[in-house]
């Protein structure tokens, strides 16, 4: 919107042409939503108090978790907001896969919310069924990646395999399978970062960090430069094509909306940090991890992603291997699932946890930037 708008101005102030590189939105969408986020949080935490929206805890949970009773949650609700307007602000607004990043984004929000709002009207923590969930999230991510198919020209069905050159690897899978497999990814990235939600300020950070490595793959995929040449003219200069990564046209937009990410990330955190004044509840937990999903999917990760996203990938295994063991052998793998709470059984403090979990989560992303070179 804004981008239009200062596009349709430049040739009355020139300096408003800064406004078409992404590298100078991606700063703009990550400040704005940032100052949304501060400046709202405190106004709104102020409002959950008021109407008494506080966390429900398990009863099977840690005992040191007790405490958290009533804490407000559905922080997430704000992160969305700061995390939407700014990515509307900022983007090309003609752009179909920033609006398909956002139509998931939102779309799981809302399933989040009516999650969290059966959970506080019923005061224990079961909520929506698991699989009716489940159905709506495939639904959703299922209806969203056919329209693309349909509505953007050259979107791929080609997958990729981490620190090989697409040259000498890739496998097109037909659309039957691609979209079956699409889905599969978006919906396990929500759900994985839901079930990472378990600690104060746990599953902000690591989504921070895979949004700012998406946002350097987005970039480098979509990106096209004109370089000035000897005799005064320019060429095009496609860096995926440097980099030897499957080139994504217009992908680029989508580094826009994982810095919204990161600016909505940083402010929620700053109340999120242990002890926690707010908890983003599932409506910020489902969103974001869709938004994560989507983001590998569009920018043609899926594969790398498993390493990028792998401390999400280990709490949702951890979970399948308990309950997968328990209902075989009547035995548990862990002391508790999701595993960060195995590491509370066995004595770690809260804040150690998720510092140490955010220390692995960097190492991957490293990893993951790594094959932008090393293929």
Known sequence: MVLWLMM?????????????????RVIAAMLTAMAISFILHPWFIRRLQSRQIGQVVRKDGPESHFSKAGTPTMGGSLVLFALVIPTVLWTEIHNLYVWAALTVTVSFGVIGFIDDYLKLRHKNSKGLPGKFKLLLQFTISALVVIALFREQEGFSRTLYLPFVSPDRFALELPLWAFVPFAVIVISGYSNAVN???????????????????????????????????????????????????????GVSELAVFAAAIIGAGVGFLWFNTFPAQVFMGDV?????????????????????SVIICGLFVVEALSVIAQTTSFKLTGKR?????PIHHHFEKLGWQEPKIVVRFWIITVMLALIGLASLKLR
């Open 333 to 337: 793998v862990f002391r508790m699932a």
């Open 284 to 304: 910020g937990s489902l969103a974001l991890g869709g938004a994560v999903g989507m983001l590998a999917v569009l920018t043609k990760n899926e594969l790398l």
């Open 8 to 24: 349709e101005l430049r040739e009355y102030f020139p300096p408003l042409r800064v406004f078409r590189y992404v590298s100078f």
């Open 195 to 249: 079930l990472t939600d378990g600690l104060d300020g746990l599953a902000i950070g690591p989504v921070m960090v895979a949004a700012g490595t998406f946002l350097i793959l987005a970039y480098a995929t979509g990106a096209v430069l004109n370089l000035p040449t000897a005799d005064g003219g320019f060429h095009e200069f496609i860096v995926a094509d440097y980099l030897k990564l499957p080139h994504v046209e």
